[in-house]
């Protein structure tokens, strides 16, 4: 167990729909990331929160949003959904920017059909 | 950008060596990290090298050599449940994001 927990585990929603998944880091970790794991495409770094500032953008659509909150917990919106969303979302957590390890959480399972 | 290459599958027998390669090319590299990944469940962390050498622990010993792109991950008296991907991922200096390789599957047979 790191530590890092992720809600909901499984998630299907049919295409056009929104959804937030919600991750709270370890205890006392100012940075959360978030990745997409999906068959073909390995884990793709999306975006990197580190207390509540947005650091760092990878390749994320613009249908999707994610925000950190004063509790340090985060949540990554996607909307507009389409069948290619379908993959594994990570979170993961550190305890400062440049950290050596990040931590990740056990991952929500979201199908699009 | 960076380009991340290792070997998609490989085969080792239970009690063996096994040696997987990691390739990359990054402008500002700032360390190399190994992570463990079983089906469907989280990447967990495994070793991290920022300087050239070996780092080793426990079964798992990782290398870097920054002049030449290139880190391995070197496990030891290999146990049926070491089955899994083996992710490796990069990160730069300035950022703290890590890029992913899209990771090797390793499979022991007994």
């Known amino acids: 167990d790191s530590g890092v927990t992720q809600t909901p585990k499984h998630l299907i929603t049919a295409t056009g729909q929104r959804v937030t998944l919600r991750c709270s880091p370890r205890s006392g970790d100012l940075s959360v990331y978030w990745y997409q794991q999906s068959l073909d495409q390995g884990l793709q770094f999306l975006i990197h929160y580190y207390n509540g500032e947005e650091r760092a953008k990878g390749n994320i659509l613009e249908r999707f949003s994610a925000q950190q909150f004063p509790d340090l917990h985060s949540e990554l919106n996607l909307s507009s959904l389409e069948l290619g969303d379908s993959a594994l979302y990570f979170c993961?957590?550190?305890?400062?920017?440049?950290?050596?390890?990040?931590?990740f959480g056990p991952g929500t399972r979201l199908t699009v059909t | 950008g960076q380009n991340i290459d290792q070997p998609t599958e490989m085969t080792a027998t239970e009690g063996a060596i096994v040696q997987i390669n990691c390739t990359y090319q990054t402008s500002g590299f700032n360390g190399l990290f190994w992570y463990q990944q079983h089906a469907g469940e989280a990447p967990t962390f495994l070793s991290y090298n920022v300087l050239d050498g070996l780092e080793e622990k426990g079964r798992f010993s990782s290398f870097l050599s920054r002049s030449k792109g290139y880190s391995y991950l070197l496990l030891k008296e290999l146990q049926m449940k070491d089955s899994a991907s083996y992710l490796c991922?990069?990160?730069?200096?300035?950022?703290?994001?890590?890029?992913f390789g899209t990771g090797t599957r390793l499979t022991i047979i007994p």
């Open positions: 991922a990069v990160r730069m200096r300035g950022n703290e994001k890590l890029t």
């Open positions: 993961a957590s550190s305890a400062r920017t440049g950290a050596y390890e990040q931590y």
